[in-house]
Structures are given as C-alpha cells and as structure tokens.
C-alpha cells in the first residue's frame, strides 16, 4: 500500500530519496509513492495534495470495504464459514493467493460486491454541467431534464441506488452475496451499468478499480486462512457512541437493524470503529 507520511513527517526519508535522485533515476518498481514524487518535483504542496488524494481515493476507500465486509462476516456466520471454504480449497494453508487464484474465488468477489453495494465507500458523488443542457429521459414516457448551465451541479448517492427496492428487489436492504451468483440477476444488471457504481461509471470509472479488487481480495483471503470466527463485540468493547442511536430503531430499512453506526466523510466509516474479536483458526499455516 501506499506509504504514507514517510517523506512529508520526517526529512530523514526525504533526503534519502533526494540522495537517490541525484545518483541516478527510480525504476518503476523501486521506491515509495512518496519516492517518485520527490523524484518529479519539488513543490512540497504539490506532493502533499498528491499523497492527501491517493490516501483518500486508494486507502480510505478500500479500508471502508474491508471493515464493512469484516462486519458483515461477523454477522452472518453462515457467509463467512462458506467463504472460508471457498478459500481453504483453493489456497495452500500459508501459501499467497495468485491472480488467477483470486479470479477464481467467486464467493468472496460475491461478497466484496455486496458490501460495495450497500456500503459504497465513496456513497456520493457530484457533476456539473459545462452547459445548459438535459439529462437523458429514464423512459420514453418521462420528458428529458433541463439542466442549466455552465456550473450547475447535482449530487447523487450510490448508497440509497443500491438499496432501491425497484432496482435490486425486495430483498435491497439484505446482505446476500449469492445474488451476484444468481445468473439471471447478473444478466439483469449487465445490462446497464449505472446500476452498481461503487467505482462510479463511464468515463470517469475509478482508475484503480482492479487494484482495489486485488488488494481486498488478498486481504480477505490471508485473513481467513488464520482466523475462522468472527464476533461483534460493539455492544461489550466498542467506545461509547459506536452503536446507532435508539431512535434508529423507528426507521424503514437497514437503520432499523444496524449494529454499527455508519457515517460520512468523504467515505464511508463505522463511527467509533467496528468491534470485532477474531478467533484463530487450529488449521492456519
Ligand atoms: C474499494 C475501493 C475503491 C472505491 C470504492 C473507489 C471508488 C471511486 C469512485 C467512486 C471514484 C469517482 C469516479 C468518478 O468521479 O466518476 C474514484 C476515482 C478514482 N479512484 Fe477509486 N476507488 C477505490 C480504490 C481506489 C484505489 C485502490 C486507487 C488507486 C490505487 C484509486 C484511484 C482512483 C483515482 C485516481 C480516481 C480518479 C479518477 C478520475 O477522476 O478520472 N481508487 N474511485
């Protein structure tokens, strides 16, 4: 992963790779992201915006998904115990997942999709218009939108699409991985794909999209081959304010249920974390 606040915190490491520059260039595969940015310029301002995106964009980002799914698998035993298998047979206890290995663990990309679709971890999004202009009409049957311009904006919120009951089913507010495995649903959804935006779409799709995949798949993966139960504990360990408020409890959908207490900013975090008490597995490498 990224590794942060090297070379911003401390000048020892910042020397170090101004010494590298000066001797000779980085190859791509050597160094930090903060290395090859000391490489290219010198404008500390610039860096810092630099590595403030790539932690927001790349690091914020995948650990929301990471604890959303840990969360997930810690309430539903049934997932998780499947998934491990899912792991277990396919990956040597101890040894890394490859590429290949990771494309073929369906259950577990079943399960990222899930937890990308009801807790995306960038849950808004915004475009403005350049110009006046209309959206496209959803059927033939509505007008077109007018949209003024130039700098009108609108703001749309992936978290509340993926949990409309018109476009995903009755069962929008449920964890179910096994819909991503559902032939018929799958072909439903390929057919537009605006439907499932945790990446966002188009041409603006999120440039590290695979990456993201890869590193939380192999995550998940080195985490299960050690560790084979998962329990909440926010009510018993988790810092006072971690649970929803009572009131929550009034509410339609999945605020009338939920253990943890799901916020924003910028991306999509567990207020007071997500407590949970992993149980080593006798089987790990
Ligand atoms: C689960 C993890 C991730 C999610 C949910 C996510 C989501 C998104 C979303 C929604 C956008 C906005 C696209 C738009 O405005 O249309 C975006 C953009 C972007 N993401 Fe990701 N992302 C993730 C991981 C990563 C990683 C690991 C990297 C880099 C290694 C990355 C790099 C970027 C970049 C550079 C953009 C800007 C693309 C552009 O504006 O053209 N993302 N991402």
Redesign the pocket.
């Known amino acids: 992963m990224v590794h942060c606040g090297r070379s911003l915190n401390g000048s020892k490491t910042r020397r170090k790779s101004t010494t590298k520059l000066l001797t000779r260039e980085l190859s791509l595969e050597e160094g930090s992201l903060t290395d090859h940015l000391v490489e290219s310029t010198s404008d500390v301002k610039l860096i810092r915006d630099e590595l403030m995106n790539?932690l927001v964009?790349?690091r914020d980002?995948?650990a929301s998904?990471l604890t959303f799914m840990c969360y997930f698998l810690a309430i539903h035993p049934e997932v998780l115990k499947r998934l491990r298998e899912e792991i277990l047979t396919l990956v040597a206890p101890g040894e890394s997942p490859s590429y290949e290995d990771i494309r073929s663990l369906k259950y577990l990309r079943a399960c990222l999709n899930e937890t990308?679709r009801l807790f995306?971890?960038?849950p808004n999004?915004e475009r403005a218009s350049v110009k006046a202009t209309t959206l496209p009409r959803a059927s033939p049957l509505e007008k077109p939108y007018y949209m003024p311009g130039p700098h009108t904006t609108i703001i749309y919120t992936f978290l509340l699409m993926h949990r409309r009951k018109d476009l995903w089913g009755e069962d929008a507010d449920d964890f179910l991985p096994d819909r991503w495995l559902d032939e018929k649903r799958v072909q439903e959804l390929n057919k537009d794909s605006f439907r499932f935006l945790?990446?966002?779409a188009?041409p603006?799709?999120?440039?590290?999209?695979d990456?993201?995949y890869n590193?939380?798949s192999f995550v998940m993966v080195k985490l299960l081959q050690n560790f084979d139960t998962f329990e909440l504990r926010q009510k018993q360990d988790a810092p006072e304010g971690a649970v929803p408020p009572e009131f929550w409890k009034k509410s339609s959908g999945r605020a009338a249920y939920e253990q943890v207490w799901p916020r924003s900013a910028i991306t999509v975090y567990a207020k007071g974390g997500v407590w949970i008490h992993m149980g080593m597995s006798r089987s790990r490498e």
Do not use: E, H
């Open positions: 790539i964009a790349a980002t995948t998904l990308l995306p971890p960038a999004n945790p990446f966002n188009g603006r799709v999120c440039l590290g999209k990456f993201a590193q939380a």
